[in-house]
């Protein structure tokens, strides 16, 4: 009986002893495997940290548009040449209505012409032109249209800017009899024939 008792005591001390080793041997184990697992965690963080390379942020290269500047230049005549624009371009306007009194007898009521010393005036471009803007002025609304001698045959010598009344008429005397009607003086107005072709002899009738 004595014996039996004691197998059982021993049988009960080994069992005991085997559990606590088993308990023992799982906490290395599980330490173990937590260390395995945590260096290999910390190892691949190491080499994810070691592979990551730092790239610069990328170099932005502005272009700058080229700056165009648009200079507008405005030009300005000298006097005289814009006097000289003007009479050339009133008298391109005003040919076809004087080519209208070709063959005709008209009123003339002005010829000048540069270094012509008349009414205390000597003219030059600039007072030939105002002078003929004067007359349209003051025979509105009869036209009057300049023109240059050195384009018709019946005048004398070129180079005159002349200003016509556009009143055609077949004879000298209808052409004076206007110039009588306006009230113009006589070395102001008088008869004048235009042509291309005939002689200036006789293409000139002043008033009486």
């Not at 070691?50 to 790239?55: A, P, Q, S, W, Y």
Request: with cysteine; charged share 20%.
């Amino acid at each position: 009986m004595l014996l039996a008792i004691a197998g059982l005591l021993i049988l009960a001390g080994i069992v005991v002893v085997a559990g606590r080793g088993g308990s023992d041997g799982s906490t290395e184990i599980d330490s173990a495997g937590s260390d395995v697992a945590t260096a290999g965690f910390d190892e691949g963080v190491e080499e994810q940290d070691d592979g990551v390379e730092t790239t610069p942020p990328d170099e932005v290269t502005t272009t700058e548009a080229p700056t165009t500047t648009t200079t507008q230049v405005t030009t300005t005549l000298a006097p005289l040449d814009a006097a000289r624009a003007g009479l050339a371009s009133t008298q391109s306007e005003d040919r076809a209505a004087v080519e209208s009194a070709v063959g005709y007898w008209v009123p003339q009521v002005s010829s000048k012409y540069v270094g012509l010393e008349a009414d205390g005036i000597i003219y030059d471009e600039m007072s030939i032109l105002q002078n003929h803007r004067n007359l349209v002025d003051r025979y509105a609304p009869t036209r009057v249209a300049l023109l240059s001698s050195s384009d018709y045959s019946t005048f004398s010598k070129g180079g005159f800017w002349v200003t016509i009344a556009v009143e055609p008429f077949a004879s000298a005397e209808g052409a004076n009899g206007w110039c009588d009607q306006m009230q113009i003086p006589s070395d102001h107005c008088f008869a004048k024939f235009l042509s291309h072709t005939a002689g200036h002899d006789g293409a000139t009738v002043a008033r009486k």
